[in-house]
Structure formats: C-alpha cells, structure tokens
C-alpha cells in the first residue's frame, strides 16, 4: 500500500513540478525526495517507487503526445540519437531516464529519514 | 540520518542531474531534452493541432484578423500597415523563428556562436566581406525615410513580441537541441537577411580571383574561348534585334591598364571559402493575351536556390483596407516578395550581373594595415576590429582595414596560406546605401506598369530580372539593379589600388538597364541569361547561364491558345536543349570500333535517348557523365596552369567550341607527347564515364533520379540527417527549365492567370511549418515532386466565414 502511495504521489508531484515555470528541468527530483521523506520506506522500495513513478508518468505522456503526433516527431529523434528510428525505444529511454534520476533522488530521502532501529 | 548512504546516493543523484543537464559534444543535455514537459516532445504538435487563439498586444493599433486555411497558409487581415507587417512578424517568428535566428547570424558572421570552431574562417569571410557593414549602410538609408523605418520597426516589434511570449518548453526544436536561446530581433536583422539573398545572388557572381590567375598563362585570345562574353546561341531577356539608346555614360580606360592590369601577371592565392552556388538562378516569363486561351497574361516564376528544410520561403496573404497582396514571403523581412494583387503580378530571377570588384592595395605596413598608399600619399585606414565569439572556446579577434574602395577582405592574416603580399580589397554594390526593401512595399501595392516602373526603380542590389504583368494586359520586363560602367574587360581581373584611376567611373543609367514592354511577338523571358546580345552599348560581364534561356524561348514562340496548365507544365519540363545541340558532335567523333561490349551498350541507350532528363532516363544519366568527363579531358590540362586552377569554362562555352572548332587549341591534352584529336578525347571521355557507369548500374543508380539522388535537407545540413528528405524522385537539372540538381532547384514555383478573379497556382518543396515535428513540417513536398501545384486562394473581405477557413487568430490592442 505504502509502495503504491509512493508511486503514484512521486508521478504526481513530478507533474506539477512539471508545470511550474520557475522549476528548473530537475525539479521533480526534488518532489520525488520529498515524497520518500514523507512516505517512508526502505532504500530499496524507495528507489523503485521512484523509479516506477518516474517511469511511468514520463514513457506514459511521450506515449500519448507519440500517438497524436503519429510519430513524426518521434522517428526523426530516434534517427539523431541514435536508436534506429525506433520511437517505443525513444519512448523507454525517455521513461528510463527519469525513472533513475527519480529513484535516486527518492533514495537519498530514504536515507534522509532512516534511523538505525527502522533499518 | 544515515548520514553516509545519504552522502553518497544525493552524490549520485546530483552528479545524475549534472551529467543531464550538461551538453557532451553535440549531445544536447538529455535531461531537459527528454523531459515530457520541457524538451523534444513539446515540439510534436499534435495531427489535430489547433492554431486559434485569442492575442493582445500594446504595440498594435487596431484589430487584425489571421485567417489560416487548411494548408496554414495566413491570410491577415488588418487595419493598417503597420499592424499588418507586426502580425506578419509574429507569423514568421512563430512558425520560422530558427531558421531567421540562423540565417541573420550566420550573414553576421557569428556562425560559430552556434556552431563552434569549425565555423571561424567562415566568420572571418563573412565580415571581411562586410556584410555586417552593408546591411550596417542600409538601415541608414532606412532611418532616413521616417515612412519606411515605422514598418521595418512594425516588423521587428512582431516578431520580438512571439519571442517574449516563448517558455523554455515552447522553443522551436533546434534551440533544445543546440542549446541555445533565440535572441532578439533587431532592424538590423531584417538588413542582414536582404544582405544574405544579395550575397547569394550577386557575390558568386564573378570571378575575378580565378580569372586572373587564367590570365597570368592565357594570351586573350584563348581568354576569349574560354570566358566569352555573349554566347552563340544566346536567347537575350530584351528581344533581339531592339535597339539601344546611346550611352549615357562612356567609361574611359585608363593609360596604364595595358601595362598595369592586362599585362600584369602576378596571380592571386587566395580563394573564396563560401562561394555562392553558380546554379543560384530561376526562370521567369509572361505571355501576353495575345497568346494565351483566355487573353489575358499568364506570369510564371521559379526561382532556383539551394532547398532547405524549412523552405526559405513563407506564404502569406496579406491585406488591409488599401492593399492585398498573396505570395510568398522571406522569413525576416517584411513585404511579399514574389506575388500579385487585384492588379498586378510580378517575380524575379537573378541579374547574374558581375557587381563585384577587387583591388590590389599596398599597406605601409602589413601588420597594422593602418595606412595604406593612395593618389600619392599614405591614406589612414578605417580599422573595424571583429570579435567572434566561439562556442566551447576562446573569442577570435579579427582586423579589418576599410579602404576607399571597401573592406580589405584578403591580407596576411587571411587566408592562413597566402605567401605571397597580396591585400585586396573589394568593391561590392552591396555596401552601398539603399532601402531595397521598399521596392517590395511599393510592387505589393503597385496597380499598374508605371507604379511597376516606380518601385523597383530604388532596387540596387542584387540585381533582378522584375518580370510583370497587369489585369489591364500590360507585360514588361525590367533587368533592374546598380551596375558600374565599366570599359571593355574592367574588373574582370584584380584591378590596382594605388590610385583611383581603376575605380569605377560610375553606374549605368537606371533608364538604360536592359527593359522590354509588350514586345510584337507577345512574350518575355528570363532564365539568367545575358540580357541583351552585342549591341548592347556596354560591357556587361557576369555569370550567365544560357541553356534554359534557349529552351523556354524555343517552347513560348511556337505555343499559342495558351492555359496556366501549359504554363506549371512548362515550369516541369525536362528538354535537355545543351544535349540536343551536342549530340551530333559527340556521336561524330566517338570510335565505336574500340568500345567494349558494355560500352557500345551506353551508345545504344544515349543514341536512343529522347533528350528528356525525366527521372527514370538513363539516356540522361550517360550524357551527363559522358560531358563532365569530357569537360575534363578537354580542359582540365590547361586550367591546371595556374594555382589555384583557372575557372571552369560554362557547358555552354564548351559545346559551342565543339560546334565551332573541333581542332581548337585546347583539345590537345597538353601533358601527354602525342597530339590528341576530338575523336581521341571523346573517345576517352566515353569510356571514363562508362566506368563511372557501370558502378552506377551495378549499385541500381543508371536512372537519373537514383544517379543524382535528389535531396532537401535540413538547414543544419550533415548535422541532421534524420531531419532531410532524400531520394525524391524528380528528373532535371541546372541547365533544364525544372532545374533540380541535388540539392537545388526551383524553391517555389508560381503560375499566375490575369483573370476575374485572379487564378492562380504555387508550390514550393517544403512546408509552412518550420516545426520537423509538425505535419506542416514538409507537406508540399510530393506535390511539388509530382509537377501538382496548390491552388492559391486570393480570399476575399466577403470571405471570412468561408469553410476553407480552418483556424483563426485574433489580434487587438491590449488595454
């Protein structure tokens, strides 16, 4: 449940930051800290909520912005980066990438908040 | 806290953050890149995009209305001029900002802000050129004229207010990918990008540089085979047999040019880095009622430059309760600069006029440049010190001495190889002050020949070919531009510097500029020919193309009962008038005897060619490798006299030295001891190119559209590959009227029928958005292919509900 609740508020606040002008581009690492501070879990999980929340909400709206684009976009930055020409590859890389530096960042506010006994 | 874990994993992530948010050589930074919300994926507009919108501006004065049709073309409406040319603007800058941001920068001389070291020497040209100074000259002679500054301001305020409404996240594609921000637009800016087109079109232009090392080996006679002034088979732009009014002003030749300019050998080692495309040049030609199905003028343009994605061209209607004008536009400059109105109709190709001239000039001391020896004593020089910023290292400093005749473009400094003590300066109609934006105004509101006469009186630079047309069944064509007077053979060499008797002695009368109107035989043509035969009372030198000239003039006099659908046909033609003229020479003199099996299969194919460079000829694939390698065996031995090698005689002059003297002098390859014939070098060339051929058809490239592979690429060129597209399959080439060559040819072609109402049709290969993530990106593209054109939709102020309206934008004065 936990894990879950992570998830899901690290996607969200990520959004928002999203949507804030004065965020700089890495402003959801900031959120997704303050969500593994909030919502404590282990290291481990932390990272993965991250992650996943990150993973998600990102290869989730390229997917969407993709599809209505009907991949004009999409090929032509896959050719430049190179993947091939391939968007679903375009589209996980673009998930992966935020997912780590989530995952990171949620680890960092695991270890924030971990005292020994909750070890 | 579990202070060390902590320490390392936000070590980790902020090491993360940076190594994203930092570009690695071209990588761009990744992090903001593929960020959802900030990066690339912003960019891709959605299929069902909409463009309307509600928009308020301090700088407006009334209400405007942007009406886009289904192709986006905008068709504004507003309440004055200098509304209109705000909106026009901020239409540029929204759907073409990159691309003007690039341009203005790179005719600045400050490519290397974006691009980095590799772009230094390019800088370097670009201001030793002054093209900062010329466009420096026109905005003063705009600011003199308080009517024309409002609307180049109007202009500049547009586009700037797009650029203050872009978010980090709404940045045009190649911003993100670069790394950069736009920056703000100036008046200047607008002067630079006119600077750029009268650079491509009147800078390539001459050759004085390579003409002179010709010189230094070739007695004038064998100058005159290789560089002759008015072709054989020329088809002038004025009408042969017109007659000329005497001149108005009669150059003088100094005393001393034999001794100090034809008989001084001393040859130049310096060499233009980025020299125009000699192919920069277009077609243009009108037919009057009198030849036409509904009897009234048919006008036609296309001109031909190199093709980008997004196109240079940007089309537009734009209206206000005194004018309505449709065409296309220039990304960074007001006006419409090829089009119609209710009125009229007018386009241009390329004068092709040599308008540019170099000096020798002698420095007191070659490292300071500070003085330099004029009319008998040390003249100070204007020293201008150029600062080009570098992306990823340290800034270039840069002299540059101005002279009286110009900047010194070429001295020690530049070009790093000069051993020799040659500083030369140039003299460019470019630099002098002239407003030729408002020719472009006055033609968008011209409503007969005479306003036609009026505006493009002032046009100075580069010198076009104004073809027109009007409702009242006028058609006219004026050769307009500043030309110098010069005598015979002036400026055609490095002339010397020491004193002005070599300057120019003044410009051709703008009355005596070469002009036809209604002439008997109810057409006019351009195609960057010379523009008048011999009689023609000066000397005019220039870099002129000839072929297309003779193939359109050979089609328009035999056509009658003439439709605008002859006309786009016209405009797609693939003759290939050079090869026909050929032909017969190439297969007199080729041995058939010493051809291998697949060699004589070659002959079979060209013998049964039907001349036609459409896309699937290979007739046309083997005459074209057969003439190049036979242009090479015929001069390569002999332009390889001189470092750097004499310039390359035109296909012209060596088809009419084939027709004229099979023994000339020059067919003998000068490096071997036996004396070869026309029939030894033809024979030779053949095989050479069967070689070439035979690679060719081994790769599945003997078709001439696979052999050329015909190619629009992103402006960043190289840099996006992804971003191009190749492969296109259309025929032609340079010296055919659909002039496409690899990566150049006809940027928007444009058939207009002086009908009620106007009929009209265009296309260019590209599309209105500058966005590759849009669909708009490159729609027209197999249209234009296709030889189909877009029917252009003169939208009426009884229009504005009509259902080829799709989107619209709506512009007022904030409070």
């Not at chain 2, 420095?363 to 150029?386: C, H, M, P, V």
């Not at chain 2, 081994?698 to 996006?720: C, M, Q, S, V």
Request: with cysteine; charged share 20%.
């Amino acid at each position: 449940m936990k894990f879950l609740v992570a998830t899901i508020l690290t996607a969200m606040l990520a959004f928002i930051a999203g949507l804030l002008s004065f965020s700089p581009w890495w402003g959801f690492a900031v959120t997704s800290l303050l969500v593994a501070i909030l919502v404590h879990q282990k290291a481990g999980k932390a990272f993965l909520a991250g992650f996943l929340g990150l993973l998600l909400l990102w290869a989730g709206l390229v997917w969407w912005i993709d599809m209505k684009n009907n991949g004009v976009m999409s090929v032509k930055i896959a050719n430049v980066l190179p993947l091939g020409g391939n968007s679903i590859y375009l589209i996980l890389v673009t998930g992966i990438v935020g997912g780590l530096v989530a995952g990171m960042a949620a680890m960092s506010g695991s270890f924030l908040r971990s005292t020994k006994s909750s070890r | 806290m579990r202070v060390a874990p902590f320490i390392i994993s936000t070590v980790i992530t902020s090491a993360l953050i940076y190594g994203l948010n930092k570009q690695w050589g071209s990588i761009p930074p990744m992090g903001k890149f593929l960020h959802p919300q900030y990066g690339f994926w912003q960019n891709a507009e959605p299929a069902s995009q909409s463009f309307d919108a509600d928009l308020s501006f301090a700088e407006l004065k009334g209400k405007a209305e942007v009406y886009f049709d289904d192709r986006l073309v905008p068709h504004v409406f507003a309440e004055n001029d200098e509304d209109l040319y705000f909106i026009q603007g901020y239409l540029h800058a929204k759907f073409r900002l990159f691309q003007m941001d690039l341009q203005t920068k790179a005719a600045e001389g400050r490519a290397s802000e974006i691009a980095g070291a590799k772009a230094i020497n390019y800088d370097k040209e670009q201001r030793r050129l002054g093209m900062k100074f010329a466009a420096e000259n026109a905005m003063k002679e705009i600011d003199k004229d308080p009517a024309s500054k409002l609307l180049f301001d109007a202009y500049t305020k547009g586009v700037n207010a797009y650029i203050g409404s872009l978010k980090e996240s709404s940045l045009p594609l190649e911003y993100k990918l670069l790394n950069f921000k736009p920056e703000k637009w100036t008046n200047l800016r607008t002067a630079l990008l006119l600077k750029m087109m009268a650079k491509m079109l009147s800078s390539g232009t001459e050759n004085d540089l390579a003409y002179t090392n010709a010189k230094s080996v070739f007695i004038p006679d064998q100058l005159k085979t290789l560089y002759p002034q008015v072709p054989d088979s020329l088809m002038p732009i004025v009408p042969k047999g017109t007659a000329f009014e005497k001149p108005g002003i009669v150059p003088v030749k100094p005393v001393v040019a034999d001794s100090f300019y034809f008989d001084n050998n001393e040859t130049v080692s310096a060499k233009e880095i980025s020299k125009p495309d000699i192919n920069n040049g277009s077609n243009n030609w009108v037919v009057a009622g009198s030849k036409t199905q509904s009897g009234v003028p048919i006008l036609s343009n296309d001109p031909h430059l190199e093709l980008s994605l997004p196109s240079i061209w940007y089309e537009m209607q734009l209206q206000t309760p005194t004018s309505n004008t449709y065409g296309v536009t220039l990304p960074g400059s007001p006006f419409i600069i090829i089009g119609f109105n209710d009125s009229i109709a007018w386009g241009v190709t390329n004068a092709q006029r040599d308008v540019k001239d170099y000096y020798n000039i002698k420095f007191k001391d070659d490292k300071t440049k500070a003085e330099y020896w004029f009319n008998g004593e040390w003249k100070k020089s204007e020293l201008r010190i150029e600062t080009i910023k570098v992306k990823g290292s340290k800034d270039v400093l840069d002299t540059v001495a101005y002279t009286v005749f110009g900047p010194v473009m070429f001295d020690k400094s530049f070009q790093d190889h000069i051993s020799s003590n040659r500083n030369l300066a140039v003299r460019w109609t470019a630099h002098d002050p002239s407003n030729e934006g408002m020719t472009f105004y006055k033609l968008n509101r011209a409503k007969n020949y005479d306003d036609y006469e009026e505006a493009i009186k002032t046009f100075e630079c580069p010198g076009q070919n104004f073809v027109f047309a009007s409702k009242t069944g006028d058609i006219a064509i004026w050769q307009q531009g500043k030309f110098p007077a010069r005598w015979d053979r002036q400026g055609l060499y490095v002339m010397p510097g020491e004193d002005s008797s070599f300057m120019w002695q003044g410009s051709i009368p703008q009355a005596e500029n070469p002009h036809s109107k209604n002439p008997a035989r109810g057409y006019l043509q351009s195609a960057n020919q010379r523009p008048v035969d011999s009689t023609y009372p000066y000397f005019i030198p220039g870099s002129y193309i000839t072929a297309r000239g003779v193939t359109i003039d050979h089609y328009l006099s035999s056509m009658d009962g003439i439709t605008p659908n002859d006309m786009m046909k016209l405009q797609n033609n693939y003759f290939n008038s050079l090869a026909e003229d050929v032909k017969s020479t190439l297969l007199q003199f080729i041995i058939e005897e010493d051809l291998t099996a697949t060699e004589k299969k070659y002959l079979d194919t060209f013998k049964s060619w039907d001349l036609m460079a459409s896309p699937d000829s290979k007739g046309q694939t083997i005459y074209q490798c057969w003439f190049d390698s036979l242009e090479a065996g015929i001069w390569m031995d002999d332009l390889s006299r001189t470092t750097p090698m004499a310039p390359w005689p035109t296909e012209q002059t060596t088809m009419e030295l084939l027709k004229r003297d099979t023994a000339s002098y020059f067919i003998d390859n000068i490096t071997t001891p036996q004396k070869e014939t026309l029939y030894d070098i033809v024979t030779a060339a053949f095989k050479k190119a069967s070689a070439e051929l035979t690679k060719a058809e081994a790769a599945g490239k003997l078709e001439w559209t696979k052999f050329k592979n015909p190619t629009i690429y992103h402006l960043l060129k190289d840099a996006l590959p992804a971003f191009a597209r190749k492969g296109l399959n259309v025929g032609g080439n340079g010296n055919i009227i659909n002039a496409v060559t690899h990566s150049h040819g006809p940027s928007w072609r444009m058939v207009v029928q002086m009908s009620t109402p106007t009929e009209a049709y265009g296309v260019y290969p590209g599309g209105q958005s500058g966005n590759p993530g849009s669909k708009f990106y490159d729609d027209y593209i197999d249209n234009w292919v296709a030889g189909k054109y877009n029917k252009l939709w003169f939208m009426r102020e009884g229009d504005r509900m009509d259902k080829n309206i799709k989107w619209t934008m709506k512009f007022k004065k904030s409070e």
